[in-house]
């Protein structure tokens, strides 16, 4: 159950800079700054949750690197990020390297 949160804590990772980039519009201010909020609350809570039975440097590890390649790729999907080799590989290494976080323990 852990790793269920841990990984749901990842995903919600990805919701608060979401948020950020919502509230940079205008009219959206307060509804955006409101849910980068959430987001980092319920990711938080679901990190905990996760650390209770996953080592603390594997389970921020595993956060973070899902939070960055999920926030990379919503990027490019939905708002026209960058995309170029040398960025798509970055993201696969942070992939890989959370799936060797998670094979290592």
Known sequence: MAWVYLILAGLLEIGWPLGLKLAQSDGYRVLGTLMAVAFMAASGFCLFMAQKA????TAYAVWTGIGAAGAFLVGVV?????????RWLGAALIISG???MKLAS
């Open 54 to 57: 996953i080592p603390m440097g």
């Open 78 to 86: 939905f708002f026209g990020d960058p995309s170029s080799f040398g």
């Open 98 to 100: 959370v799936v060797v």
